[in-house]
């Protein structure tokens, strides 16, 4: 399970700004540039979540999550999965800690050294730069549904754990719906979002966890 959290990790979001024009006129690119302009412009996003994920070609095996997540810039975070385990996954800005409740344990990381090596993680908080860091194309066999736009995005530079990122967005708001992201071992894994909320502050306190007492603490 560890493993598909850190996965997950690569999924921090963004937010809307209102379109102009007919989006169904856009190009893949341009596209991208309102998705990059919408993160640049964001300050805090909140979701729901319901993920799925695959392990790989080999093995079809699914793996279900839900819950809530939070980011807030520059660099707090907060993921609360709520089934099928309870696990909690939060940047305080300083420390990135892993909770997992089904082995009693906590893995703490500094924060900007994790944070810094997820390509999309600074994407999404708009740290990083669409068209930049990835290869734009349109999504190859979608079939165009009303409302909604979707890309394909290949890093430019070889990552570890991304080989192709899908994502669709509002086609009003730009505000991503879905993620789709393949591995270089062919797992795929999907994040669907809903109840979404944009630019509401956070109080700090919310990015910092106190695991249960008796909690074993990894310190990487």
Known sequence: MKRLFFIVLLFCVCLLQPA??????LTPLEIAQRIQETYEKTTSFKADFLQTSSVSDMERRQRRGSGTMVIQKPSLLRWDYVSPDKQVLVSDGKNFSLYFAAENQMIVTPAKEYLQEDVTYNFFSGKGNLLQDFEVSAL???QP?????????????????????????DEGTFLVSRLEIHDH????????????????????????????????IIEQ
């Not at 102009?20 to 006129?25: K, T």
């Not at 890093?155 to 080989?163: I, N």
């Open 140 to 142: 190859p066999g979608e």
């Open 145 to 169: 549904k009303q409302g909604t736009l979707a890309i394909m995005l290949v890093p430019k530079k070889t990552h570890a754990q991304v080989a192709t990122l899908n994502v669709w967005v």
């Open 20 to 25: 102009a024009g007919q989006a169904d006129a």
């Open 185 to 216: 071992l062919g797992s795929i894994t999907n994040l669907m979002l809903f109840n979404t909320g944009v630019n509401k502050p956070v109080p700090a306190d919310y990015f910092h966890f106190t695991p249960p007492a008796g909690t074993e």
